[in-house]
């Protein structure tokens, strides 16, 4: 069995149910631990051989518990580590080998300080025809979605993994009847999240050392973190909604 890099194996994600279950099946036992999780997302690491489920003769997926735990070791290293899918994949082949790897990272600590590593690995990007597929929707309403400023290709027309994140979101989000335009207020509001978070570590990232530039690319992605946690739970008593 996988160990987990952050956490126990597993988090009880794959239970004792030895059957084999079903993509809605997976997505509820994954939301406990990953709410943001979708189909769409699941299908996508498919697609990039993080995992194998088994097909019915119809062609539908079954998933087994080992599926799912290794689904939740490849959503906890993207989200507790920051890792590029192909790091991800790599690392939990080599540990099914039973080889003894050292877990990846995007920078080591050095004096209390993160120091950027100069061939540490690079951001996902994938194609066009990959996010369409990944987040199921066609040409169309990826254009009217860009025209929005939803989801904004890099300048080589590729996208990275969070824009994916974004296009899967935005596509379970019309399941409930809201548009594209709708959500242009939250992209508004995230601009201006991320304008606070950017003054405040502004200083950092103008200094000449690089060891204190890297250290403004931690600070960055922390105070996203609760930036993006405030927020939901802000939006969850604008609605009344507790959490158990």
Known sequence: MLQTPSGGAGHGIAAAD?????????LNALRDEFPEVTISKIRFLESEGLIEPQRTPSGYRKFS????????????????????LKVIREYLDAMERGEAVPLPTVGRQRDGEPVLEPEGPTAVRIGRSELLAASGIGEEELEEWQSYGLVVPLPDGAYDAETVTVAALVAELGRFGIE????RVMKAAAEREADLVDQVVAPLKRHRNPQTRALAEARSKELSGLTVKLHAALVRIALGVRQP
């Open 65 to 84: 518990p080992e599926d799912v735990e290794r689904l939740g070791h490849v959503l906890r290293m993207q989200r507790d580590h920051y890792l590029p």
């Open 180 to 183: 594209p335009r709708h959500l």
């Open 18 to 26: 030895s059957g084999l279950m079903s993509i809605g099946t997976v």
